[in-house]
Antibody, heavy 121, light 112 residues
């Protein structure tokens, strides 16, 4: 059974960078059929796609976050990561990592449990 | 791209049917057969309910069905049960100009 687990700092100061890692177990991140994505959800609000990465390193980002976001993959560790720079209170959210189907890119079939990141001084 | 438009809330009694709409544009919902629906209970991660407009993943009850007409996708839940009370989100690929995935704003389903 595929499992994803987010890890990283839960509290980040304004203007600093947010860094999260998603560890994939029960399957290979190098599978050719899937992308690996990050989605966030501010408290009491809806879901927002942040970005996705393919095992080869190809990345796609939400245009509204482009310039601040980097998603990377480490196939040797079966992990992928999110870096978001110059954070503000608006970046406070539960951050989820998920497996994303290739071709039909709206399908996120396995999700991590989510991790709350609070931006505050 | 703006978020897809969903009603903020819908409600129904046990045993009834409800339909949640998801309206986008020809650049997303209307342009591709790549619409998915997710169910989210409080404090938990979203769960995939419907993929590719109308496909049910293994384990999802056939009470849940999806469809699309033009720029609007719909999720219908028949035979409402108490455990269906949750938030529901639609999601679409929006790759006309660039690779992008957009979600709807979410709909709160209340089972009366």
């Amino acid at each position: 059974q595929l499992q994803l687990q987010e890890s990283g700092a839960g509290l980040v100061k304004p203007s600093e960078s947010l860094s999260l890692t998603c560890t994939v177990s029960g399957g290979s991140i190098s599978s050719s059929n899937f992308y690996w994505g990050w989605i966030r959800q501010p408290p009491g609000k809806g879901l927002e796609w942040i970005g996705s990465v393919y095992y080869s390193g190809t990345t796609y980002y939400n245009p509204s976050l482009k310039g601040r976001v980097t998603v990377s993959v480490d196939t040797s560790k079966n992990q992928f990561s999110l870096d978001l720079t110059s954070v503000t209170a608006a970046d406070t959210a539960v951050y989820y990592c998920a497996r994303q189907m290739g071709v039909s890119y709206s399908i996120f079939d396995y999700w991590g449990q989510g991790t709350l990141v609070t931006v505050s001084s | 791209q703006s978020a897809l438009t969903q009603p903020r809330s819908v409600s129904g009694s046990p045993g009834q049917s409800v339909t949640i709409s998801c309206t986008g544009t020809s650049n997303d919902v209307g342009g591709y057969e790549y619409v998915s629906w997710y169910q989210q209970h409080p404090g938990t991660a979203p769960k995939l309910l419907i993929s590719d407009v109308s496909q049910r993943p293994s384990g999802v009850p056939d009470r849940f069905s999806g469809s699309k007409s033009g720029n609007t996708a719909s999720l219908t839940i028949s035979g409402l049960q108490a455990e269906d009370e949750a938030d529901y989100y639609c999601c679409s690929y929006a790759g006309f100009y660039t690779f992008e995935v957009i979600f709807g704003g979410g709909t709160k389903l209340t089972v009366l």
